[in-house]
């Protein structure tokens, strides 16, 4: 844990450096020091329409639809947008341009929504692949859980804590268009750590992109079979 610390504030101090040397552009008007400013954010759109995040139909309070449960056993996916312009652009500069500083707009953007839980929520990030941490040098998912949990605190004074629940057994990649196909790759991707008491606890899962919701659907059923009372999602983007 000390290394892991002290490599973060390296990292942390190197991120400030770069901003020095070159600073962010925003990706909407092109004003320095920023990934998404402040006036561009404020105009990025308007909330995603509750649906189901399996079949996308509309649905109440963004809940999974009864024919979509026997695979997706997640009670509500709160989804804040779609993949695609801006928002594409916005996951594309944090996880391949290595632009930290683009999970304080993603929060942002996600707090718009704010999941409808009463009592004590764990927020859970989606762990990265360990291949795709060592190149980027941090886990986007984890740093993206954090920023989210602080918005939320500082927006709405809610005080849900972020633990990192989840393990990942594997680097594999999901292959292929199909759901199925994609449901099978996660199947046993993820695992717990049996020392952790998940039993009546209430979830939130936090990814930044899903297609076929294969990722979290394969968490909740691990969640779920740990002893998880119930479980939810919030996701930044959708693809179409």
Same mark, same amino acid.
């Given at each position: 844990? @000390?290394?892991?610390?002290?490599?973060?504030?390296?990292?942390?101090?190197?991120?400030?450096?770069?901003?020095?040397?070159?600073?962010?552009?925003?990706?909407?008007?092109?004003?320095?020091?920023? +990934?998404?400013?402040?006036?561009?954010?404020?105009?990025?759109?308007?909330?995603?329409?509750?649906?189901?995040?399996? &079949? $996308?139909?509309?649905?109440?309070?963004?809940?999974?639809?009864?024919?979509?449960?026997?695979?997706?056993?997640?009670?509500?996916?709160? +989804?804040?947008?779609?993949?695609?312009?801006?928002?594409?652009?916005?996951?594309?500069?944090?996880?391949?341009?290595?632009?930290?500083?683009?999970?304080?707009?993603?929060?942002?953007?996600?707090?718009?929504?704010? @999941?409808?839980?009463?009592?004590?929520?764990?927020? &859970?990030?989606?762990?990265?692949?360990?291949?795709?941490?060592?190149?980027?040098?941090?886990?986007?998912?984890?740093?993206?859980?954090?920023?989210?949990?602080? $918005?939320?605190?500082?927006?709405?004074?809610?005080?849900?804590? +972020?633990?990192?629940?989840?393990?990942?057994?594997?680097?594999?990649?999901?292959?292929?268009?199909?759901?199925?196909?994609?449901?099978?790759?996660?199947?046993?991707?993820?695992?717990?750590?049996?020392?952790?008491?998940?039993?009546?606890?209430?979830?939130?899962?936090?990814?930044?992109?899903?297609?076929?919701?294969?990722?979290?659907?394969?968490?909740?059923?691990?969640? $779920?079979?740990?002893?998880?009372?119930?479980?939810?999602?919030?996701?930044?983007?959708?693809?179409?």
């Amino acid at each position: 844990m @000390p290394y892991l610390q002290h490599n973060n504030n390296n990292m942390l101090i190197l991120d400030k450096t770069i901003g020095l040397i070159a600073p962010n552009i925003c990706i909407g008007c092109a004003r320095e020091g920023y +990934v998404l400013c402040p006036i561009c954010l404020s105009s990025a759109g308007n909330p995603f329409p509750p649906r189901c995040a399996g &079949c $996308k139909k509309l649905s109440d309070n963004y809940r999974t639809c009864s024919s979509c449960k026997n695979w997706l056993e997640i009670y509500s996916v709160y +989804v804040s947008t779609t993949y695609e312009g801006l928002y594409e652009q916005l996951v594309h500069d944090l996880k391949f341009n290595v632009k930290r500083q683009a999970v304080e707009p993603m929060a942002e953007i996600m707090t718009q929504v704010v @999941p409808n839980i009463s009592g004590d929520v764990i927020i &859970c990030p989606i762990p990265t692949a360990s291949s795709r941490i060592r190149q980027r040098g941090f886990d986007h998912s984890k740093l993206l859980a954090k920023e989210y949990r602080k $918005k939320l605190e500082q927006k709405y004074n809610i005080n849900w804590k +972020v633990e990192n629940i989840l393990g990942r057994k594997s680097n594999v990649r999901q292959l292929g268009s199909s759901r199925q196909k994609r449901i099978e790759q996660m199947e046993q991707e993820f695992y717990i750590d049996t020392r952790l008491d998940l039993k009546r606890k209430t979830i939130l899962i936090i990814d930044d992109v899903t297609t076929t919701s294969a990722s979290i659907s394969a968490a909740a059923k691990v969640l $779920k079979q740990a002893g998880a009372k119930r479980i939810y999602a919030t996701l930044f983007a959708q693809k179409a």
